[in-house]
């Protein structure tokens, strides 16, 4: 009431009385109205937080230990299949309850989608953001790097690097995570490319702000949307490729439960018991598939050509 | 009409600025220099609007920008107070000199609220604290005509002109003495240019500011700047104060740009050029006068040489058939003798 309208231009807007009601929903609450809009992200998400509660409570919810083996109770079925409660997914060939390992086994899924993608992405980002915010000869070593990267394929050189160095959680991750970062760098780039040319990292620069700054509080809030969806894409490629040199032997080292070693395990009987392969398979395409919707959803959400 | 002192006393100057980008063309990627600047000087005085005119991709832009600091030329000088610009403090200088620019959907950072817009450049200069900036912004946002409840907003929730308004927000908020308008009102609807327009006048007359302010159209320079400045393809073609060059333009561009304002369009939005050819490509200029091909008045001599410019007491003209003048005789394109030698 007592501002005082130093402007004739600006007086008529201040009295507007409307104007509560013509400025429309913050970003942060468009975003939630997206969101709680958007069946496949609380799908995926839905999913994704059930297996992390799942690999972090695992020595609770377990029904049993996941290493005993039992040799009296060896290949016995899941219930539905007319086994007992006892195991409710049946024991493998060892006599070791299923269910318990499949609960475990979430742990090094998850483990390796996360830590992988964080490494990769730190490094992808790095490269990808100074690429496309310097240019010039910075973009020039980065795109070179990004070219020989693609050149390699990605099994094959996890494979040979985890044959040399023996395979184990911590290998498979590192390697994992340093194969993976060429979708950050390439997607980091060019978001990072659009958004610098944006008139907002002029005025930045215009007052005076320092490079670091006007990267993390210019740059990084506007491409934060595009990493996220790449971290959903790589967590996914990281499982499958951890769950694949697992399945050849080369990942993660038994009796660790890993559910691309227990298709490997099971895989010697599945023509009689294609249960052993089937349930492993099934979880580990459920993760990852609720890990795309996700990053599907999240792009959909935060895409630019949603937003006002 | 001309004031001895103004001449004397240049803000900002640019002395034979030329800036060539590489460009490349196809997917074969061969880099084709774009020279946007060519060989360009121009002040800036003290207390004066100079509007800065030219068609889309003449270098407008590219000429704030680099009195800006924002892109270096390839070769000549760019003057602040008469010393080098690489050789200031370049927060003393942004303190000086804040742009306005263009879209102000581009100008504002989407992720933040219009405080933390507002409040950056005290910020970065680490001027007061927390309470005084917010202070800060309350203040000039009633000076640009925005309630201060809009400080916790984003701008996704306001209309253009509200967001070119905390544009010129942030530019002043430091109390810059020079303010670089490059197209300010050129995004917006046409209701809302005029206010923006009284704004930037009003605030100008208040504050004491100085202008440089661009646009493609005559008409939006016309009310504001007290000297205009007509580019073509990286030159200036002609410099009058802004009466003498409605009452009459010298160059047969300016006069073209001139009648486009004139034509009854109220759409008011790229003038419509009634000139036959299109504007040509930066990358393969014309030779001789680059307006040649475009111009009615154009004879061999225009195709073969550039006219160079000429300082005289009506401001500046490169042009061999200037109107309102006996045709003059061709001269040699050479560093012609800058205003200060006509005083
Ligand atoms: N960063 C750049 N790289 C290559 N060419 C550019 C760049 N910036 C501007 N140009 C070119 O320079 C010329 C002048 O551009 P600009 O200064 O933006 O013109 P205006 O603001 O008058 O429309 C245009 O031909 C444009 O394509
Ligand atoms: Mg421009």
Redesign the interface.
């Given at each position: 009431m007592t501002?005082?309208?130093?402007?004739?231009?600006?007086?008529a807007?201040?009295r507007d009385p409307l104007?509560?009601q013509?400025?429309?929903?913050?970003?942060g609450q468009?975003l939630r109205r997206r969101v709680l809009g958007h069946q496949g992200l609380l799908i995926g998400g839905a999913v994704i937080a059930l297996l992390a509660l799942m690999a972090i409570f695992a020595p609770l919810i377990a029904p049993h230990d996941p290493f005993a083996q039992s040799l009296m109770n060896r290949m016995e079925p899941p219930v539905f299949l007319g086994g007992s409660w006892e195991h409710p997914l049946g024991t493998d060939h060892l006599g070791r309850d299923y269910l318990s390992r499949l609960i475990y086994g979430a742990r090094v899924s998850l483990l390796i989608g996360v830590v992988a993608a964080v490494i990769s992405g730190v490094i992808g980002t790095t490269m990808g953001v100074a690429a496309g915010y310097f240019g010039g000869r910075v973009d020039a070593v980065v795109t070179f790097l990004i070219n020989v990267r693609l050149a390699m394929p990605v099994v094959l050189v996890a494979l040979a690097v985890v044959a040399i160095l023996g395979g184990s959680l911590t290998v498979v991750t590192t390697v994992v995570g340093l194969l993976l970062w060429d979708r950050f760098a390439v997607v980091m780039r060019a978001s990072t490319r659009q958004v610098r040319a944006?008139?907002?990292v002029?005025?930045?620069?215009?007052?005076?702000?320092?490079t670091p700054?006007i990267l993390l509080?210019?740059i990084m809030?506007?491409i934060a949307n595009n990493l996220i969806v790449v971290v959903t894409l790589e967590m996914a490629h990281a499982i499958l490729i951890e769950a694949a040199l697992s399945f050849l032997g080369l990942g993660v080292q038994p009796p660790t439960p890993s559910w691309g070693l227990m298709v490997s395990e099971g895989k010697t009987m599945m023509l009689f018991e294609p249960w052993l392969v089937l349930i492993p398979g099934a979880v580990l395409f459920t993760l990852v598939l609720a890990i795309n919707l996700m990053g599907d959803g999240l792009r959909d959400v935060t895409a630019p050509e949603n937003?006002? | 009409m001309r004031n001895e002192t103004k001449a004397t006393n240049p803000v900002l100057e640019l002395k034979n600025v030329s800036k060539t980008y590489s460009v490349k063309q196809g997917l074969l990627g061969k880099s084709r220099p774009l020279t946007a600047l060519r060989d360009l000087s121009l002040r800036l005085e003290q207390g004066e609007v100079l509007g800065l005119v030219g068609e889309s991709g003449c270098g407008k832009s590219t000429l704030a920008?680099i009195l800006?600091?924002?892109e270096a030329p390839t070769s000549g000088e760019v003057l602040v107070d008469g010393a080098p610009l690489g050789s200031q403090d370049?927060?003393a200088?942004?303190r000086r000199?804040?742009?306005i620019?263009?879209?102000p959907y581009?100008?504002?950072?989407?992720?933040?609220t219009i405080a933390d817009?507002i409040s950056?450049?005290l910020r970065?200069?680490g001027i007061g604290d927390a309470a005084s900036q917010q202070a800060a912004v309350r203040e000039i946002l009633?000076?640009?005509?925005?309630?201060?409840?809009?400080m916790h907003?984003?701008p996704?929730?306001?209309?253009g002109g509200?967001r070119q308004?905390v544009?010129i927000a942030?530019a002043l908020v430091?109390k810059p003495d020079i303010v670089i308008c490059d197209e300010p009102t050129s995004a917006l609807d046409v209701s809302v240019q005029s206010?923006i327009l009284?704004?930037l006048a009003?605030l100008r007359r208040?504050l004491g500011l100085t202008y440089l302010f661009i646009s493609h159209n005559l008409a939006v320079v016309e009310h504001l700047a007290t000297r205009v400045a007509v580019m073509y393809l990286g030159r200036i073609v002609e410099e009058a104060e802004t009466e003498a060059l409605f009452d009459g333009a010298r160059h047969p561009y300016s006069e073209a740009l001139l009648t486009s304002v004139l034509t009854p369009d109220p759409s008011l939005g790229v003038p419509r050029m009634n000139l036959g050819a299109a504007y040509p490509n930066p990358i393969d200029p014309p030779s001789g006068c680059a307006f040649h091909p475009r111009c009615a008045k154009a004879t061999e001599a225009c195709a073969r040489q550039r006219p160079a410019p000429v300082v005289d007491e009506d401001g500046l003209i490169a042009c061999f058939h200037p109107n309102g003048m006996a045709p003059t005789r061709s001269r040699p394109a050479e560093a012609a003798p800058r205003l200060s030698a006509s005083v």
């Open positions: 501002q005082t309208v130093t402007n004739p231009t600006g007086a807007f201040d104007l509560e013509i400025l429309g929903p913050t970003p468009m944006r008139e907002y002029a005025a930045a620069r215009a007052v005076g702000a320092s700054r509080t210019e809030p506007n937003r006002n | 920008k800006l600091g924002l370049r927060l200088l942004a000199i804040q742009p620019f263009q879209d581009s100008s504002l950072n989407p992720r933040k817009i950056l450049p970065v200069h009633d000076v640009v005509g925005l309630p201060s409840r809009v907003t984003y996704s929730q306001m209309s509200q308004r544009a942030r430091m206010q009284n704004l009003d208040d």
